[in-house]
T-cell receptor, first 111, second 115 residues
Framework: GESVGLHLPTLSVQEGDNSIINCAYS??????FIWYKQESGKGPQFIID?????DKRQGQRVTVLLNKTVKHLSLQIAATQPGDSAVYFC??????????FGIGTKLQVIP | DTEVTQTPKHLVMGMTNKKSLKCEQH?????MYWYKQKAKKPPELMFV???????INESVPSRFSPECPNSSLLNLHLHALQPEDSALYLC??????????????FGDGTRLSIL
């Protein structure tokens, strides 16, 4: 299930299940969106991106959905694995090179 | 291994010290970034360099001074920092100005502690 702690929302999923991580963005002028994965002690790692002229994009085991009407972005991870445990950030670009990160969601995979 | 290299990995300094953080990339990227990240928080943009010129300064205090000596290197000079400046400092790079946004490649950061 999903819980919102004092600082970081956490999503716990069983290994092998699908995960859905949600993100609300604030700038209706944003035209480029990215999902990053950040493991403990590491910098953010690019997962997948999507431009505002699309509403869905698929990668290897990941899918990003964009709903511009409600300013909502989601990341779907198929067949979640222990190695997927990390903090996931959505990021939006509304202007030249200026990237704003969402608050992040911690994904915990239960073996 | 990340393609953006940051040194040092850890830094402890007093409030009166002067130190520098370094970042290097050899991907031919022309935009480089500094971010600050506090624990359990998202990265916050500090500076952007585009083609070796400062293009964005997010109202960062002057005790942080960025420098871009060439297209592969980015420094962050630190002086008279405060305890609240303790954080993870991340460097990133991207291809540069182009049509729409581009993904950024991040280093693993320098963990800075101010005594």
């Amino acid at each position: 299930g999903e819980s919102v702690g004092l600082h970081l929302p956490t999503l716990s999923v069983q290994e092998g299940d699908n995960s859905i991580i949600n993100c609300a963005y604030s700038n209706s002028a944003s035209d480029y969106f990215i999902w990053y994965k950040q493991e403990s002690g590491k910098g953010p790692q690019f997962i997948i991106d999507i431009r505002s002229n699309m509403d869905k994009r698929q990668g290897q085991r990941v899918t990003v959905l964009l709903n511009k009407t409600v300013k909502h972005l989601s990341l779907q991870i198929a067949a979640t694995q222990p190695g997927d445990s990390a903090v996931y950030f959505c990021a939006e670009t509304g202007g030249y090179q200026k990237v704003t990160f969402g608050i992040g969601t911690k994904l915990q995979v239960i073996p | 291994d990340t393609e953006v290299t940051q040194t040092p990995k850890h830094l402890v300094m007093g409030m009166t010290n002067k130190k520098s953080l370094k970042c290097e990339q050899h991907m031919g990227h022309r935009a480089m970034y500094w971010y600050k990240q506090k624990a359990k928080k998202p990265p916050e943009l500090m500076f952007v360099y585009s083609y070796e010129k400062l293009s964005i300064n997010e109202s960062v205090p002057s005790r942080f001074s960025p420098e871009c000596p060439n297209s592969s290197l980015l420094n962050l000079h630190l002086h008279a920092l405060q305890p609240e400046d303790s954080a993870l400092y991340l460097c990133a790079s991207s291809q540069g100005q182009g049509e729409g946004g581009q993904p950024q490649h991040f280093g693993d950061g320098t963990r800075l502690s101010i005594l």
